[in-house]
């Protein structure tokens, strides 16, 4: 099968031959048909995200068919169409599975991190971190809900009842829940790049109230905030933004280090909180919930051989919404 694989960080992706994994017994085989290109995927291509298996194959917003299924599978048959999360699996006995917060497992294992992910023809992925798709979404639009949607959906349950919430950085994750926070009849505040307008205007069509730079206090305290962006310095800049009592919600997996800050910013009760992974119950709600409003993911396709090409684009900004390899 033709893959693109990651032999050291810092290094381009490599076009490669390998054979067709075979599925162990709780597993399904996939023939992928779309992955998400996820920033996560370039923490670990720039080494920012410690110990990844390699050499590794990248993707965890997989769109497949299952063509093959292990001696003990019950959830799928072949012919299926799957989608495959960040979450490859967890241990099932520690007290965060136990407790409902296995998105917090020490030995939980993530598709294209520690385990070979979707930037190939096939993959093989654990049936019971797999989740059906729904029909009303074509494989390319299908695929970035499985991260940028799934992580992106657990970081705004946290803003609660939150009625103006702002997202800093407006990418494949923020172009998504917007469209949640206005079926909801929330106000939302998008913060880009200095001089992005084309990512400005892109939320204001989404429905966004107003939208500017991340370097100014939007026109109305904000109830909450979102940092979608892996950027430290948004932190205090959010919790300037936030009123009394506010939360501000990391969502990323990685950030540049967090600038000191006066505790006055924190004070008055705000929050300041992370969000680490999904578990499969935030997948389930999501991708119910997704097809009900509906959410249409803006994708910008590449071949699969052009994955470095994508993570280029993602990388400098230039992907309005996400971007997706096709694997043909």
Not at 146 to 162: E, F, N, P
Not at 165 to 175: I, L
Request: a negative charge; hydrophobic letters at 40%.
């Amino acid at each position: 099968m033709r893959a693109m694989i990651l032999n050291e960080p810092g290094q381009s992706l490599r076009k490669v031959e390998l054979p067709v994994p075979t599925p162990q017994p709780e597993q399904v085989l996939l023939k992928v048909r779309a992955c998400g290109v996820c920033r996560t995927d370039l923490h670990i291509v720039d080494g920012e995200l410690p110990h990844p298996k390699l050499p590794l194959i990248l993707g965890h917003q997989i769109v497949g068919i299952v063509e093959q299924v292990g001696a003990k599978v019950s959830k799928f048959i072949p012919g299926n169409r799957v989608g495959v999360p960040w979450l490859g699996s967890t241990c099932n006995c520690c007290r965060y599975c136990l407790s409902g917060r296995e998105n917090l497992c020490d030995r939980a294992q993530f598709t294209g991190y520690n385990l070979d992910g979707g930037y190939a023809e096939y993959v093989v992925a654990n049936e019971n971190f797999c989740f059906f798709i729904p029909n009303d979404y074509p494989d390319l639009q299908a695929a970035p809900l499985l991260c940028a949607g799934l992580i992106g959906y657990r970081s705004y349950k946290m803003t609660g009842d939150a009625k103006r919430v702002g997202f800093y950085g407006f990418g494949a994750a923020a172009h998504i829940l917007l469209q949640v926070a206005c079926y909801q009849d929330k106000q939302v505040y998008a913060f880009t790049r200095r001089g992005d307008t084309q990512g400005q205007q892109f939320a204001l069509n989404l429905g966004a109230v107003w939208a500017g730079s991340s370097e100014e206090l939007p026109p109305d305290e904000l109830d909450a905030a979102i940092i979608f962006a892996p950027v430290g310095n948004l932190v205090p800049a959010a919790l300037h933004a936030v009123a009394k009592g506010g939360v501000v919600v990391c969502a990323g997996i990685h950030m540049s280090d967090i600038p000191s800050f006066p505790y006055e910013i924190l004070w008055s009760e705000r929050v300041l909180r992370s969000v680490a992974n999904l578990t499969r119950q935030d997948g389930e709600e999501f991708l119910t919930l997704a097809p009900q409003i509906p959410i249409h993911t803006e994708v910008t396709p590449f071949a699969l051989s052009k994955a470095n090409q994508a993570l280029e684009a993602l990388r400098s900004g230039k992907i309005n919404g996400a971007a997706v390899l096709v694997v043909d």
